[in-house]
């Protein structure tokens, strides 16, 4: 019901813009989240919206300030746009989705229900 696209392979200062297409029948009932997960560590929080066009977000410490995600509830669409990419950001992304997310567990990857199959990004240094 998730597909996640956009990753590749990018220079460290590059930008990548990812997206995450849902097929869902109401996908503005649905908080949304990006994580991701690198080689031999667990999958972490990356960011998350609530449920409406403009909803609150959050971010991890780690992209704040470089990292924005955004929803086209018209499109049925998440999206992830980093920049100032770090060698440290290389990892797959996963989007994610539950109906069920409140603002205290957004972070929390045992909440989301429904996740994307990952896309790979990868920055070189």
């Known amino acids: 019901q998730l597909q996640a696209s956009g990753g590749g392979l990018v220079q460290a200062g590059g930008s990548l813009r990812l997206s995450c297409a849902a097929s869902?029948?109401?996908?503005?009932?649905?908080?949304m989240g990006w994580f991701r997960q690198a080689p031999g560590k667990e999958r972490e929080f990356v960011a998350s919206?609530?449920?409406?066009?403009?909803?609150?977000?959050s971010y991890s410490d780690s992209v704040k300030g470089r990292f924005t995600i955004s929803r086209d509830n018209a499109k049925n669409a998440l999206y992830l746009q980093m920049s100032s990419l770090k060698p440290e950001d290389t990892a797959v992304y996963y989007c994610?989705?539950?109906?069920?997310?409140?603002?205290?567990?957004?972070?929390?990857?045992?909440?989301?229900?429904?996740w994307g199959q990952g896309t790979q990004v990868t920055v070189s240094s």
């Open positions: 994610a989705a539950d109906r069920g997310v409140i603002h205290s567990t957004r972070a929390d990857p045992r909440a989301y229900a429904y």
């Open positions: 869902v029948r109401t996908f503005s009932a649905y908080a």
């Open positions: 919206i609530d449920r409406n066009q403009y909803g609150s977000t």
